[in-house]
């Protein structure tokens, strides 16, 4: 595998962790920098969009990893599109080259498997206080990498939109 960018496209760039980490064993022994997205991605919008171009900026492959269905606390009828649904859209995106899912309330195991040099987080988090993000950013200088923030100016949030459609608060 060549340190450019995989041509993968749709379902096939979907895979899970521990084999996407086996796939791409050569490239990273050959210096690829790997890059790490996590979240929900629930509605897709032009934040995460912006988010995700700037991630895929900083290395030779970035790999998002999307929370499972059952993990996703932002209230009722969330997520508002299945896990399968949202990687689909996101493996759709031709920033992104590989799409796992995390089966587990962090991204900690994903970060185990796939050792990322940088994992990156929007620029709300900069500010927020969590504890799962405390324990990621952790893993992540511990296995070596580092953890980066994009400052894209526009900063949606998913529930605040469905709110919005909605008639509700968020």
């Known amino acids: 595998m060549s340190l450019l960018r995989p041509t993968l496209r749709g379902p096939s760039k979907i895979m899970e962790a521990k084999d ?4 791409l064993a050569d490239a990273r022994e050959s ?19 912006r988010h995700l171009t700037e991630a895929g900026a900083l290395g030779d492959c970035l790999v998002v990893s999307l929370t499972a269905d059952e993990y996703i606390s932002k209230g009722i009828g969330r997520p508002y599109f299945p896990l399968h649904f949202r990687m689909e859209v996101i493996a759709a995106l031709e ?24 994992y990156v987080k ?4 900069l500010t927020a206080e969590s504890k799962a993000f405390g324990d990621e950013r952790a893993r992540v200088e511990s296995l070596g990498g580092k953890v980066a923030f994009t400052s894209s100016d526009v900063v ?12 509700t608060k968020p």
């Open 31 to 49: 210096g690829l920098r790997l890059v790490l997205c996590h979240g929900c991605f629930d509605l897709l919008h032009v934040g995460h969009v």
């Open 156 to 167: 949606n949030s998913s529930t605040a939109l469905l709110a919005q459609v909605n008639g």
């Open 122 to 125: 929007g620029p709300d988090y």
């Open 20 to 23: 996407l980490a086996l796939e």
């Open 95 to 118: 920033v992104v080259d590989y799409v796992v899912p995390a089966r587990e309330a962090t991204s900690l195991s994903t970060i185990d498997t796939l050792r990322p040099d940088v």
